[in-house]
């Protein structure tokens, strides 16, 4: 069997400074009249909402109210694809908004706040990343959904957490060796379910990587009967305890669809207001992130998803601002290896409840 090796990347930008977790705190009259407002503002402008689950459980409701999506990001993709309507808002980070920008060029796509990043994609500078890529030119390019524009126009492939083993194993079948990027989590946990040859960069996402196995540990042996559900951009010794391991549409189909009363879930705790609503009789747990003597039970929360909000969406709406714009050149290259995935992924049969492997 080959093994990863883990070559490391020409100098990496340093990741800036993560900030702080900033909700939107709204009182019951302001967050009525702001959805109604939006609806309404929604309807004039032909817009459709397309909202993942870290993002606040306002959004998430009037994303579901008003006939938009709320899913991971491969069918964020597919749905702003298949919409009919003209403007796609896109309540999320940065890079799936430029993903939708780039399967719907003529569409207009806006954003709640342009600032909302993602440590992955920072992470990956493309002309750091162009430099690997050259240095490494008989390698099949492979990089997960969370990079910019830029990086996925450099890409022979793009991929999401749902859709990421499913690629690597096919392109191992056909004999190609494969260059990352960026999640070396994720990375490692497609290499080991593969096998194949891949040279991985040192990406980690700010949330996932705190998941800490001694502390699932502990919440696991107060809960015997709880499953323990993780996403894959978690550290090794935290999938390896894992009964279900996906993308985050998967383990809201897990929680759903499992028998077990309990679960312990390690991923961004936005999405337990979408697992309340599919299963409300089961109790979900927080896998903790702080580790011991940690004074926070999990800090497992996007800042920068949190940067979503109904104030900044109607805001949007009124003004027209924060558009995404990609440059033709780099999106007439990004959209290969975006449509690649999405046509293997309608051929693989890749569900929205379908395994990760
Ligand atoms: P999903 O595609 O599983 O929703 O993952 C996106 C993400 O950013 C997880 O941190
Ligand atoms: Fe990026 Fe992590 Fe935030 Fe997902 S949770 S958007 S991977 S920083």
């Keep these: 069997m080959t093994v990863a090796q883990i070559i490391a990347p020409p ?14 705190a709204l009182g019951e009259a302001e967050r009525a009249e702001l959805k109604a407002r939006i609806k309404r503002l929604m309807q004039e402008q032909d817009a459709v909402l397309l909202a993942h689950y870290y993002t606040s459980g306002d959004l998430q409701d009037l994303a579901v109210e ?3 999506c709320v899913s991971d990001s491969l069918e964020m993709a597919r749905f702003g694809h298949a919409a009919r309507q003209q403007t796609l808002i896109v309540a999320g980070v940065k890079f799936m908004g430029e993903t939708a920008k780039i399967l719907n060029p003529e569409k207009r796509v806006l954003m709640p706040d342009l600032g909302a990043e993602c440590s992955l994609d920072l ?3 493309a002309e750091d990343f162009t430099a690997f890529c050259d240095a490494h030119p008989d390698r099949t390019v492979v990089v997960y959904a969370n990079t910019s524009a830029a990086v996925k126009a450099r890409a022979d492939w793009v991929v999401t957490s749902s859709s990421a083993v499913k690629v690597v ?3 191992k079948e056909q004999g190609k060796r494969i260059i990352w990027a960026p999640d070396r989590f ?9 096998g ?10 700010v949330v996932h990587e705190k998941f800490k196995a001694d502390g699932i540990r502990e919440l696991k042996a107060e809960h015997p009967e709880a499953a323990i559900l993780v996403h894959p951009e978690s550290p090794a010794d935290v999938i390896a305890m894992a009964d279900v391991v996906g993308s985050t549409t998967q383990l809201v189909h897990a929680v759903k669809t499992l028998p077990n009363p309990a679960f312990i879930v390690a991923t961004d705790i936005g999405i337990f207001h979408r697992m309340h609503e599919v299963a409300p009789e089961k109790l979900l747990l927080e ?4 580790g011991k003597g940690a004074t926070c039970v999990s800090c497992a929360h996007c800042p920068w998803m949190a940067m979503n909000g109904l104030r900044k969406l109607a805001r949007v709406l009124e003004t027209g601002a924060n558009e995404i714009h990609v440059p033709e050149a780099v999106r007439v290259k990004a959209v290969r290896s975006i449509s690649r995935l999405l046509d293997f992924a309608a051929r693989a049969g890749i569900t929205p409840g379908t395994s990760a492997d």
Excluded at 11 to 22: E, G, I, L, S, Y
Excluded at 196 to 205: K, L, T
Excluded at 287 to 290: E, L, R, W
Aim: aromatic share 4%.
């Design 11 to 24: 100098p990496a930008r340093p990741v800036p400074d993560v900030p702080p977790v900033v909700e939107e």
């Design 66 to 68: 008003t006939g938009g």
């Design 123 to 125: 992470s990956c500078p």
């Design 169 to 171: 194993q096919h392109l």
């Design 186 to 194: 994720l990375g490692d946990y497609v290499q080991r379910a593969t």
């Design 196 to 205: 194949a040859d891949m040279v991985i960069w040192q990406g980690a996402c």
């Design 287 to 290: 896998a903790p992130s702080g």
